[in-house]
């Protein structure tokens, strides 16, 4: 029996990645976007969505098998540059948006009999790296969210997040913009490639489905092994 599972900010990148996954397996997916061409060329009903809303609204179904919150910004700049606003826009969108989407949907995923929540963070918690103090902030507390509402919300509903290393989306289109810096990003990871959002669109589709009902307050690392793997 197809799940009904709720993406948010699934019009490019991993988000749209997971939609397709999703519907190759049959599940009925619903979506919530500040934009939803793409959604809406694949048959996918979408609601408007702004992440930095602070009273938005849904209208979601009865029971909810699963939500995906895809929202996220790279926001990549040298400390003594960064402001008070710089550091509240990557929490408005990072952490706040997830907050509010899940407290909409928390009613309807209350009613499934085997839920599933999936965040995203980033290496940057994990790995200090320069210049992203402001971004590595707000992922820092997606992951407290992820761990906390894992045990609130046991043993009814499972939340996990992924901490993707760089992955080819058009948010780090900047950071890949040609063959040099491609090759260079590719060379800092153990296996020697950058992440597609296919790969994540896997583990994003493994977390939602019972092969992982075992699994909850859990921050998987697709990131090619540079966050655990030294090679000398």
Same mark, same amino acid.
């Given at each position: 029996m197809a799940r009904t599972i709720l993406l948010v900010g699934g019009n490019s990148g991993i988000g749209l990645a997971t939609a397709k996954r999703l519907l190759d397996q049959g599940e009925h997916v619903i979506a919530a976007s500040r934009s939803s061409d793409q959604l809406k060329s694949l048959g996918i009903p979408a609601?408007?969505?702004?992440?930095?809303?602070?009273?938005?609204?849904?209208?979601?179904p009865d029971t909810l098998d699963g939500v995906?919150?895809?929202? /996220?910004?790279?926001?990549l700049k040298p400390f003594h540059r960064l402001n008070e606003v710089d550091f509240m826009a990557d929490l408005q969108?990072?952490?706040? /948006?997830? %907050?509010?989407?899940? =407290?909409?949907?928390?009613? *309807?995923?209350?009613? *499934?009999?085997s839920a599933s929540v999936v965040l995203f963070s980033t290496i940057a918690v994990? $790995? /200090?790296?320069?210049f992203h103090t402001s971004i590595a902030a707000a992922k820092g507390a997606v992951e407290g969210l992820t761990r906390s509402l894992a045990a609130e919300w046991a043993p009814k509903i499972r939340v996990n997040a992924i901490a993707p290393s760089l992955t080819d989306t058009s948010l780090a289109a900047p950071l890949l913009a040609d063959d040099k810096r491609r090759e260079a990003a590719a060379e800092r990871h153990p296996?020697? =490639?950058?992440? =597609?959002? @296919?790969? %994540?669109? @896997?583990? %994003? *589709?493994?977390?939602?489905?019972?092969?992982?009902?075992? $699994? $909850?307050? =859990?921050?998987?690392?697709?990131?090619? /092994?540079l966050s655990s793997v030294r090679l000398f």
């Open positions: 609601q408007f969505f702004d992440a930095t809303n602070p009273e938005p609204t849904l209208d979601l995906v919150y895809c929202p /996220g910004t790279i926001n969108v990072n952490l706040f /948006g997830a %907050v509010r989407i899940l =407290q909409l949907a928390l009613p *309807s995923l209350k009613k *499934s009999p994990k $790995t /200090g790296m320069p296996l020697k =490639q950058i992440g =597609q959002p @296919e790969h %994540v669109a @896997e583990l %994003v *589709s493994y977390l939602l489905s019972d092969a992982a009902k075992f $699994t $909850t307050g =859990q921050i998987l690392r697709p990131d090619g /092994g």
